[in-house]
Structure formats: C-alpha cells, structure tokens
C-alpha cells in the first residue's frame, strides 16, 4: 500500500504511482484499487457492527431501554444491508483485485479503467444508503429482504434512495464480475490451463458468473418497487392485482445465489491456506472444482426453501425440500477434502491457519443447522426464529469474515512486505472464537424455545441467553479494533517479508517480491 | 476499595437479578401439544442425531490430525491428494443419508397440507398490529390486541408472568377437533405461530393460506407473529384457549349473543360521554399504536391528530379517512374493522381528546348513514 519504488528490471519503461489524492482517484492499478476495496470494506464492516452493537445492547435485557422500535427496527435493516452489500462483498472484491492477477500471472485485471468507475461507485452508494438515517421518516426499516408491501406500500419516504443505492451497488458488481471473468478467462500465463487455476480462481470465476446471473435480478425487484411507490404500478399490492409473493420469488431468485456468492471466494482462500500450513497438495482438487460448479448451479433452483411457510403448494415444497437437502453433497465434499488435507499433514497454526481451522469446522455446523432447515415441515417450526439468525450467522461470520480474516493475514507479508504481528493476530483470533461463538450458538437456543427474530423485545423466558448472547457480541465487536491496529501496524513496519513467507504455499503470488511491485508480471511468466 | 468492589456487586446483582429469578435456560425444541408438532419434534430430533454424529466423525478426524499430525512433533507431512474410492464413498453415502432423512419428511408434510374434513373453520386475518379471529360458521369475530402495559414495557413496573405474551381477547377452539385457519391480511404480510401446535403459516394480504391443527390438551397456548410487519412487529402475540367442547359451545353461544347487541348498540342514543368513554377504549386499541397515545403521532408517516386541521374543522374529511383509509400509505380503512358504534366512538374522542375540544360529536346512527348512502 505504501508507494513503492519501482524495482523490477523488466519495468523500467513503467513509471510509479501518481503522487497525492489523484494516485487513489484516478488509479487503474489493481492493487491501488485492491487496497481500497479492502479498506471500504473494512470500514463498513465497522459501520455495520456499530449497528450490531445498538442491536445486541437493546436486546441485553427483556423491555425496551436504549431504543424505540422504529428505530431497532432501521437498526436491523442497515445492519445486515451494509454487511451484505459494502462489507463481505467489496472485501472479497478487493481480494480479488490483489490477488487475481497476481495468481494468473497477469499484469493488471483486463479493464483497469471500469476497475477504477466499479470501486467509485460503491461510497456513492453507500452514502446516500446511509443517509437515509438522517431523512425524515428514517432509513428503510423492513429488513435486509425489504418484503413488499411492508417495503413499497408501508414504507418510509427514503425508501427510493434505498432502491437507487441498491441499482448503483448492482452496476458496481457486475462491473467487477465481468472484471474477474474477462482477467480469468483471458490473461491467464501461457500454461495456466483451466484446471491447473489455483482455486480462489476458480471460486471467483464461478461466482462472477453468479454475480452476473442474479444482480440484474435484484435490480429487476428494486425497480418493480420503485414503479408501484412511485408509478401506481400494482407489481406487489394484491389489491391491485399484484401479489406480495411474487416479490419473495424474485428477491429470494437472487438472495440465494447471493449466499453463494459471499461464500464460495472464502472457500477459495481457505482451499490455499489449509495445504500451505498443512504443507500438503490440497486433497481433491478436481472434485473440489467440480463441487463449486455443483453449489452454482443447484443454488438457482433452491430459493423457495426460504419461503416454506407462504404456502406453496405441496409439490413445489418437496421439489425445495429435495433440491436444498441436495447441496449437503457438494458441501460435504468440500469439508472432507479439506480435512483429508490436513490428515497426516505437518501443521503449524499461524494466525491464517487459525482463522482458516475455525472457518472448517464453524461453518460446518452453520451447514449442519442449514441441512436441519432444508427439511421442510422441521422449518415451520424454525422459520423466522433466532434458529435461522444463528444458522446464517455460522455461516457468514467464521464463514465468509473469518475467510477473510484467514486471507488478509495470508496474504498481508505479500501486500506489505511486512510480516503482522503474530501474537497479537492470534489475540485477534481467539478473541474473535470466543466471541462468535458466544454471540451465536445461544441463538440457536432461543430460536428453538421460540424467540421470533427482528423483535425490540422479548418475552422473559428468552432473557438469560440474551444477555449471553449479547455479551459475546460485545466481545466479538471490541476485538474487531484489534484487527485495524494488527493492519496499521503491519504497513508501517515490522520484520521484513520474503517473496514467499510460509514454506508451504504454493502459487505465481509467491514469485514476486514482497511488498509486490507497483507493476507485476510485465512479462507472463510461464507455467508447467 | 473494598466499598468498590460491594458497589460493583450490587450493580452486577441489579443487572442479573431479572436473569436469575426467572433462570430458564431451554435449549431444545419443545415436542408440543399436537400430532403435527411431535411429528416435526421426532424429524428434528433425528435430523439433529445425523448432524451430531457426522460432526463427531469429521471434527474427529481433524482434531485427531491437529493433536498428531503437528510441525512441532517433528511430522513429515505425507503427499497424497487424491483417493477415488474415498471420494466416491463421501459422496455416496450423504447421499443415502439425505434419502433416509427424506422420507419422513414428505409423510409428515403431506399430513400437514390435508386440511380436509375440518370441524371448524376460523379466519384468521393479521393487521397491524393485532389478530382478528373470525369464526366463520358462527358469523362472529373479534379482535385479539396484546395486553402487556406499556409501563411494562418501558420499565416503569415489574413484568407480568406472561409479558409480551397476553392478549384481551385469546382465540378459543374445542379440544380434540380438527380447526381449519384460513389466513389472510389486511395490511402488510404477518406470520401466524403457536409453537406448541407446529403450526406458522404466513398471512399474506390478498390471499388466503390455509392450515389446520387439532389440540388434544386443554391450556392456553402462546406464540407471536413471526414475519417483521412493521413497528410493533415484536408486540403482536397469538394466544390460543383450548377448551372442552361443551365449555366452547357456551362460549359461543356467548359471543354470538354479544354481537346481537353490539348491533344493536348503533340504534341508541348515545351522549357525548358514553361517545368519549368508549371512544377512548377503541382509539387505545386501534390507533394509538400509530397516532400515539396522546395523538401526536410519529410524522410523517404517522400525522398528529393533535391539533390536526382535519380533526379540527373538516368532520367529513376525517369520516372519509377513517372509514375508507388513505390508500398508498398506512392508514387503513376502518370501515370494516370497527363498528359504528366504535367508529362513532372514536371519532368523536379525537375531536374533543387532548385539548383539541372542538364539540363535535357524530353518533353511530349518521355513521351507519354515511356509509351506506351512495
């Protein structure tokens, strides 16, 4: 991140990065634009889990103390919107921006320009998101899935700079998708067959097409909002002929490959850090390939097991039933191979191996509660409950966050040519265990003995695990600082990083220099 | 210090003291009262039992390798990384698993769509934010509002027993029949549960759901709406009395009895008085959850009514907003969900209540004309 001089013979026709404000403004260099991303990310995530905080100090104890529902309610929905749409995604943006080229062996990502407009949209985005709370009426306040006609009909006035928040985040991502497609699919180093991509590769390949596939989707639902709030259009309103359903078809036609989509890049980066600390090839590296094209394509035909309970007829809710209970099997492949990885390995627990052991087993039991609520008539009883706030929870925090934490500390050395400190990240993961987990698993109580979700206020038998409950969230958002300070720390100093820092990896990444150069691989190399 | 450290204790006591007194840490599902709910209680115990011993196998494994197979012990880490056999095995036998789990599942959904045969038929409609229970045969409803003070909810007292969880009037079906829902809503989507019954079916404006349940134990039964539908989301419970059939037929009996007289209410001459006095028990129910209390409201989306132009001068613009709402925004047409005694009731109260004392009265019988004149 640091200007770094231009050290690499073959670059001397390049020139360094532009001095001042201008370097980050008008850069096309994808590991500028790699950075911020990261940083965006970083300080949406921070946004977001301020939010979280509000949340889990409303819910501490039974009654209503710090907050009114209303606003619990904007709480809830800005919550999960900014960690959905400006934290887990731009992060995983932004690794692949840094890493992409780096692991194809490309100079730079195949459209640095359109690079360049699809990160600059995003704080154009994000700041009218989070200037709705300052509208009168306040932000949206229908939660992260906006179901209609609680999102158009009831909703508050700033609900249409909601919608034009979520068609220019829309542009920004399928603007990097068709980055990460075009970089993969064309400026691969000669040699780099398809099935010799290292696998962040192939998950990002995979879920740009996803990205691709589901964001003119969402788009398409915003807009029909849109019209029926401010066109008399009558897409969702049943007294005009509308159907409010027909709204969960189409959100939840994208919400569930967008699940996918903040997952399967962390099962990229966890499938290059297990056998690195495990110094050991990746057990079943086809099958895993094979696995991730096998979650793509059965998450386009799973969406309604998040409606079970809108009354679907008995038909399609088995055809769900059967489809979700299905992509057990790819998952569990992947599970399997990643401990058959670490089976009879030579391991060593570095921060990224930590967060990438924690990420195996935490996200398999988020699996585990997503196989318990594939079985339809079970969900009836777990739908809407704190069951499912914990399932997603175990996947998306140990699963996509702790994927991105594993990464970052995986690959800080290679951005900064300094190593983090190690005690301190090891803080940050245990810190960051025990606290998820405490946040967590009692929700999986509660939701079981009947606490229904995005409620300020809760009946008295579900008090004790709450204030457990917010004590571990408590814990977990405290220690998220650390991971700024670990950051900080590492750009400005620290024990110098060589090319390749951990004896087991594996990759083109590792062949250049660290810091890497401002301009990288000028020259393909070649691989065998 | 030692001061410090009583005054710590103290504070710790205070805070945990609520936790501690009413200590219930359940941790499992809870079988319930119906066929349908022990079904899914024996699906989710056997679906859990998969889990737990999958998760034994491989955490098994992994630990085993992070115990043994350490750097630090001096391990020469092997090279394999592929094995066919073992791969097609962990793909099979999930697999397998999947199917076994699968079959009682589809029995007891099909079990859960039949809502043929039903003895009663109960329609249940969401609003924002209160249950209304029509029983369909017996041509009377009723509405069911939740009954937890807001002194109690803002701390002001101690918590009822059944905080957040009471309601003025519960839904009251016969032991041992089968009683059909019909779901719908009036407003945005709702979600009706009872954990114990196994039954959560969205009601969904415009559409009409149906389910069904049949309770073999008398009790009262409690659950919530359970699909976020606005402010009050969390404030809306679902309170089901299940009693002897001859107990029910009294109790209907009951209700219908007082219908007829509720119908016949709108023939009377009221005074302003007895128009207050009920005027203020319907505006606490219906509207203060919106227009506040003290009818100032939470604009914009929800107006005062306090000093209001329209409450003040326009009598017949306020009727029109509150017998047919004001479409494209929250306010609903009462039209059809209160009476004309009510309607009467509370539109005189919000134009003499809080100061706004304007004089105005309108009875039930010039209500009952406005909305029938064409």
Redo the contacts between chains.
Sequence with gaps: MSAVADTHAQDDHHHGPAKGITRWLLTTNHKDIGSMYLIFSFTMFLLGGAMAMVIRAELFQPGLQIVEPEFFNQMTTMHGLIMVFGAVMPAFVGLANWMLPLMVGAPDMALPRMNNWSFWLLPCAFLILVSTLFMEGGAPNFGWTFYAPLSTTYGPPSTTFFIFAVHIMGVSSIMGAINVIATILNMRAPGMTLMKMPLFVWTWLITAFLLIAVMPVLAGVVTMMLMDINFGTSFFDASGGGDPVLFQHVFWFFGHPEVYIMILPAFGAVSHIIPAFSRKPLFGYASMVYAVGAIALLSFVVWAHHMFTVGIPIAGQLFFMYATMLIAVPTGVKVFNWVATMFRGSLTFEAPMLFAVAFVILFTIGGFSGLMLAIAPADFQYHDTYFVVAHFHYVLVPGAIFGIFASAYFWLPKWTGHMYDETLAKTHFWLSFVGMNLAFFPMHFLGLAGMPRRIPDYALQFADFNMVSSIGAFMFGATQILFLVIVVKCVRGGEKASAKPWDGAEGLEWTVPSPAPYHTFSTPPEVK | MRVHAKRAGVLLGG??T??LS?????????PGVTGT?N??FS??MT??WI?VV??VV??G??FW??FA????SG?????????TL??IL??II??VI?VV??IP??A???D??DTSEAEVDIKVTGY?WRWKYDYVDEEFGYFSSMSTSKD????RIG?N?????DVDNPMVVPVGAKVRLLLTAN???H?W?V?EF?????A????I??TWTRVDEPGIYR?????????????MPVVVKAVPQDEYDEWVAGKKEEAERERELTEKDWTMEELMERGEKTYASACASCHQEDGSG????FPALQGSEMVLEDMEGHLDVVVNGVS???MQAFGDQLNEVDLAAVITYERNAWGNDTGDMITPKEVFEYKNQD
């Design positions: 805070l945990m609520p936790a009413m200590a219930d840490w359940t941790l499992n599902m809870s709910s079904d899914i699906l989710h679906i859990l889990c999958i998760g491989v955490f494994v992994m390798s992070i197979h350490r750097k630090s391990r020469k880490p092997a090279n394999f990384h592929e094995n073992v791969e962990w793909t999930p697999l999947l789990m699968a599942a589809t007891t959904l099909v859960m769509y924002q109690e909810i803002y701390n918590k027993e059944n905080y957040l969880l407003d945005v989507i979600s549960w954990p196994g039954v959560k079916k969205d969904i404006p415009g559409f759901n149906e659950g919530q709406c359970t699909e976020l539908c606005g402010k009050d989301h969390g404030f939470s604009p914009p989306a494209g925004t929250a």
